[in-house]
């Protein structure tokens, strides 16, 4: 394992294949601090997989990755997790409704030209398997 050259940080096997759960932790490493991306944005952004595996990346994404900027569509996060994602909202800076939800309206992440290339080459060596729907 080494460090990958596009996403500073992120542990992956060199540049070989990728599981749906690692290509989906190397791109919530991509959310800036301050941004967010729904569970089903994230899987979307990738062309694989879903809220669901999404979600269940985030839950076994090894130390580092910012499962905080992965929210669900209504910008919540699961009750056990919501005290700690609090303190690195407002440590970031991520707009949130008065609910402490959030807001995803504002606060939703549109990759740049260099995100999208880095999507596109997660994207590229994700391997299929249960729940990867590989693009056309």
Request: glycine fraction near 14%.
């Amino acid at each position: 394992m080494t460090d990958h050259p596009v996403l500073p940080g992120a542990r992956h096997r060199d540049d070989g294949p990728l599981t749906l759960g690692e290509g989906l932790e190397a791109l919530a490493r991509l959310v800036p601090p301050g941004r967010a991306v729904s569970y089903g944005g994230l899987a979307g952004l990738l062309g694989v997989g879903g809220p669901r595996q999404a979600g269940r990346a985030m839950a076994e994404s090894s130390p580092g990755t910012p499962w905080w900027r992965v929210v669900r569509a209504d910008g919540s996060l699961p009750p056990e997790l919501a005290a700690r994602a609090a303190v690195e909202h407002e440590r970031e800076a991520m707009p949130r409704t008065p609910a402490g939800r959030v807001d995803l309206p504002r606060a939703r992440w549109e990759p740049d030209d260099g995100a999208a290339r880095a999507i596109r080459a997660i994207a590229d060596r994700i391997v299929s398997g249960p729940g990867a729907r590989m693009r056309p």
